[in-house]
């Protein structure tokens, strides 16, 4: 198999695994949080982009505009994220974490940290290191 096959094959499955429901609902178990798990995944985006349109939000993660929209509205009634003028555009809205969202990511960040300690304790730290910084290099954040 070529090289290039193989990382597509690779990256599929990280992809996968990431994106499975069913980690999310541990996460939030594990961090003893209450938050339907279809809306994890918004908050966790919203979260890392600091501020973002719903429209960018939508096709960041493959779902229509109007099922974000009012899975944004949620979080929103939830206390979660805010709405606020764009800083590029105030005539535009942005979704932006709350504090509140700011202290949910934080926990389940600590409890998905020990996950991924568990998971990786066998590797040597240099192999995690270097694991880190091509994935950084691969997406462009290095």
């Not at 982009?49 to 979080?75: C, F, M, P, W, Y």
């Not at 020990?114 to 040597?124: D, G, I, T, V, Y």
């Amino acid at each position: 198999m070529h090289w290039t096959d193989r990382l597509h094959a690779a990256v599929l499955a990280l992809a996968d695994l990431v994106n499975r429901s069913d980690l999310d609902a541990r996460l939030l178990a594990d961090s003893g949080i209450k938050l339907d798990r279809a809306l994890f995944p918004l908050l966790s985006r919203i979260s890392a982009a600091g501020e973002i349109s719903t429209v960018a939000l939508a096709n960041l993660i493959g779902r229509d505009h109007s099922t974000v929209s009012r899975q944004a509205s949620k979080l929103e009634e939830l206390g979660l994220v805010r709405r606020v003028p764009s800083s590029s555009d105030a005539r535009m809205r942005h979704l932006v974490p709350s504090d509140a969202g700011k202290a949910l990511i934080r926990k389940v960040g600590n409890v998905r940290r020990k996950m991924l300690e568990r998971h990786f304790q066998a590797w040597p730290e240099n192999d995690r290191a270097t694991l880190v910084a091509l994935l950084e290099r691969m997406v462009g954040r290095n």
